[in-house]
């Protein structure tokens, strides 16, 4: 456990007086909004294509289309598009949804005490929303399936969800506690668990709800034979663990008597860091579910908001009852002196703050990972990264008889007690980054000196494996190559414009870009380069010193600055971009070049593109000429020497779904200046670049208006391969 804090190291018989003054101090620790519950707002009147990319997260069949999030696809194109499908979109960052509540005691020592106590309740946050939604009934067929507000764990969704399923769980995972889902659902198809096809109801975990309504006695049809747009509120109290559901036509006012209301504890079943958002499904029978306006109020309690450690304000007022005004000035000067050094920095504190965060990651011992490796058997060995060796590992599941492979990182590097309090700042923030293109992180393990990480293990190994591992791995093809540029380019917008921490991967390259069973990216090694203090360490001293192939994947400034930003990361992916589509490494030597990308430039400039294709491929006619040459563009202008001149990852998202053209590249790569005349990971907005519809075509389609019939764009690529560039 931490350290004691040395505020309240105090003894019970410290006087009175200076015990009140003490914890009306902290009471005063807290920004004054933690105590007048101040409130996260989002407010979407409609949706734009950009918000994809920014404010929130398309999961599997769902887009954004015609202004309105279209959870399952809208098309013309073929009933297939539309059946058996499900999607969700959820806001792209977490909110906390509870903490702690220490049990009021009066000889706890150490807030670690406190936090060990833990059982005295939570303070769960409340929270408003209301949106608009348009259920529409495609040539006035049966209706299926259905429509869910949802708040889950994370920026993903189970397979095979589709159906019955409503996008919230599937035929394995239905009913269990570990789902950490909790849904409001608009059901127009009735399943044998359900009332009727016209139902809302409130789901735990589970497709069956605990409490339901018929909307029918309301006069509310959730897919009526006329287009017709309702607006719903739902309102959950924290305190009283209640929620409301309202409904009505849109522009209606809010009804004073709701659909259902319901007893609900949300802190019971989710996790204290949860997503906003929806979840649609069709199966058989189809529908299109379209949300066309969302505002979002949730009471704030994140970090920076709770005080230090959850501590909530009416304990301490509770405690000190009516404080003397002596006692009050006291504190205000301890208060202004304390002030230049916030408690939530003691390391020690974060420690417990990770021990004490719900799920992931854990804490192991070394012990456990030691067997879990079998001792870090060179047998297990899984690769060598820039820091460490990695190793398969076995652990035993939470049920009897499971097991879960993992992979555990071991650093090589010593770390110095500096190097120790970076660690534990840098892990709480990978903690908070959660994406379905970033492996995921299991736990840690700090042992004096010994630093391990365990993240899930990932059965494809890393895609440079695939590239480079000899004539008996199978051919990547080409789709599975394109899929995995858009994994990797989601994930890297996505640590990039992280909410509240940007964050820069620092070291991309095709031996830290995972495969999971579907062959899907994930990115490794995220966030970590700081933990370990490798600015320490210049670029150049790890490429002497015998790290192959990180060549290539470094952008000229860095060798200037040792500084990696947003846009190094966007270099090095430029170099993956090339290196998948060509199949060969950043630096290698090709038609006397050093670099892949000044070959790939030269055949940009004599029109001859399509030569840079891995040969593999070619041969076996396994490329869409247009796709090659839109990755290349993107490949060349990421590699571009000016660090301003290359496209921002929003950019580079909307290149890759095909919504935008590819940049214009110069026929010359321009020569690199330093000191470089733009500006270096400017923390601003996103440059104005082109956004103009390509390859796209006018056809007519079903959209969320009352008459049913608007022309719209669609993508001739078709929907699936679109949305699946988009997430
Ligand atoms: C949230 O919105 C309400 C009104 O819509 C406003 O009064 C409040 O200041 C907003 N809060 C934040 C944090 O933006
Ligand atoms: C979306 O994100 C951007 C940048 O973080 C922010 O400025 C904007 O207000 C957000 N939009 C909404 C609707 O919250
Ligand atoms: C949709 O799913 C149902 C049930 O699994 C199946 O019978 C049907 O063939 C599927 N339809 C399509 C087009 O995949
Ligand atoms: C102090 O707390 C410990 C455990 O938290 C408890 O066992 C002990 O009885 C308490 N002592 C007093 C004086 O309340
Ligand atoms: C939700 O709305 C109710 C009134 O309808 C209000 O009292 C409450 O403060 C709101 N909660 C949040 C978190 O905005
Ligand atoms: C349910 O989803 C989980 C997680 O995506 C997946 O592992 C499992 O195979 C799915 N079950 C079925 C029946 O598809
Ligand atoms: C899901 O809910 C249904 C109906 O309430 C119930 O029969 C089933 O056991 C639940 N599933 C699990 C795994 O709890
Ligand atoms: C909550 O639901 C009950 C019926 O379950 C109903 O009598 C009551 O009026 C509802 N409360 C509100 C505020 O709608
Ligand atoms: C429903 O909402 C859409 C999009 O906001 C709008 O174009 C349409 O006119 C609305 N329909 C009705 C019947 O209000």
């Not at 095979?160 to 996008?167: E, M, P, Q, V």
């Not at 993956?576 to 060509?582: F, K």
Request: with cysteine; charged share 20%.
């Amino acid at each position: 456990m931490g350290a004691p804090l040395p505020l309240l190291r105090l003894s019970s018989a410290a006087a009175a007086a200076a015990a009140a003054a003490l914890l009306l101090l902290l009471l005063l620790h807290l920004p004054p909004t933690a105590a007048a519950a101040a409130a996260l707002n989002f407010s979407f009147p409609s949706f734009d294509i950009s918000e994809a990319h920014t404010n929130l997260t398309m999961v599997d069949d769902a887009n954004i289309n015609q202004g309105a999030l279209q959870l399952t696809p809208d098309t013309l194109n073929s009933v297939e598009y539309l059946v058996n499908k499900s999607g969700r979109v959820l806001l792209s960052h977490s909110f906390t949804l509870w903490r702690d509540l220490p049990a009021p005691s009066t000889n706890s020592t150490t807030i670690a005490d406190a936090d060990a106590a833990g059982s005295g309740g939570k303070h769960v946050a409340s929270f408003n929303t209301t949106f608009s939604i348009n259920v529409y009934r495609v040539d006035n067929a049966t209706p299926g399936e259905g429509l869910a507000f949802i708040i889950a764990p994370e920026l993903d969704m189970p397979a095979r969800s589709d159906a019955g399923f409503l996008g919230l769980t599937n035929a394995t995972l239905n009913g269990d506690p570990n789902n950490h889902l909790v849904a409001v659902e608009f059901d127009t198809f009735k399943q044998p668990y359900d009332p009727d096809n016209n139902h809302v109801g409130l789901d735990i975990n589970n497709v069956s709800s605990i409490a339901y309504a018929s909307l029918t006695p309301f006069g509310i049809q959730i897919a009526p034979s006329v287009a017709t747009n309702y607006t719903i509120w739902i309102d959950y109290d924290g305190g009283d663990r209640h929620i409301w559901v309202y409904m009505a036509v849109q522009g209606k006012p809010k009804p004073s008597f709701s659909v259902l209301n319901s007893s609900l504890d949300l802190g019971a079943h989710l996790l204290r860091e949860s997503y906003f958002g929806f979840s649609a499904s069709t199966g058989s029978e189809y529908q299109l579910n379209c949300i066309l306006s969302w505002s979002l109020t949730v009471e704030d309690l994140s970090e920076g908001n709770d005080g230090s450690s959850g501590w909530p304000a009416w304990k301490f007022a509770v405690a000190i009852g009516v404080p003397a005004a002596a006692a009050l000035v006291l504190g205000l000067l301890v208060f202004f002196y304390m002030r230049r050094r916030p408690v939530g920095d003691d390391p020690s504190l974060l420690i417990d703050k990770l021990k004490s965060l719900p799920g992931q990651p854990k804490e192991f011992m070394f012990d456990e990972l030691k067997k879990a490796t079998n001792n870090f058997d060179e047998k297990l060995k899984l690769g060598q990264g820039g820091f460490g060796m990695v190793y398969k590992g076995v652990l035993p599941g939470d049920n009897p008889g499971e097991k879960i492979e993992v992979a555990v990182k071991k650093f090589s590097r010593e770390n110095s007690k500096g190097g120790q309090d970076d660690f534990i700042h840098e892990l709480s923030i990978i903690n908070r980054l959660r994406h379905k293109h970033l492996v995921r992180l299991v736990g840690w393990c700090h042992k004096i000196g010994v630093l391990l990480l365990v993240y899930d293990y990932m059965p494809n190994g890393s895609l440079d494996q695939h590239l480079f591992g000899g004539d008996d791995r199978p051919l990547l093809s080409w789709e599975r190559r394109y899929n995995i540029i858009a994994g990797v380019a989601s994930a890297l917008h996505y640590l990039h414009n992280e909410y509240d921490q940007k964050v820069v991967h620092r070291d991309l390259k095709a031996s830290n870009v995972m495969l999971d069973a579907a062959f899907h990216a994930r990115l490794g090694d995220f966030g970590l380069a700081r933990a370990i203090d490798i600015d320490k360490t210049s670029y150049t001293e790890r490429e002497l010193g015998g790290v192959p192939g990180t060549m290539g994947y470094i952008a000229p400034e860095c060798f200037h600055t040792g500084r990696a930003t947003r846009e190094s990361d966007v270099f090095a992916f430029g170099a993956v971009v090339l290196e998948t589509v060509c199949g060969r490494r950043p630096r290698c030597d090709v038609a006397g070049f050093q670099f892949l990308a000044d070959w790939v430039w030269k055949l940009y400039r004599e029109r001859r593109l399509l030569d840079a294709v891995d040969p593999r491929l070619a041969y076996a006619d396994d490329y869409v000429a247009a796709d090659v040459e839109r990755l290349l563009l993107l490949g060349l202008a990421c590699s571009l020497p000016t660090p301003a001149d290359r496209p921002k990852t929003a950019t580079i998202v909307q290149i890759i779904s095909r919504s935008v053209d590819p940049p214009a590249v110069p026929p010359f790569k321009p020569p690199f200046v330093w000191p470089a005349a733009g500006p270096i990971d400017d923390e601003g907005a996103e440059d104005g670049e082109s956004s103009r519809l390509t390859s796209t075509v006018v056809t007519s389609s079903y959209c969320p208006s009352s008459s049913g019939w608007t022309p719209r764009y669609i993508s001739t690529e078709g929907h699936v391969e679109a949305s699946d560039a988009l997430v």
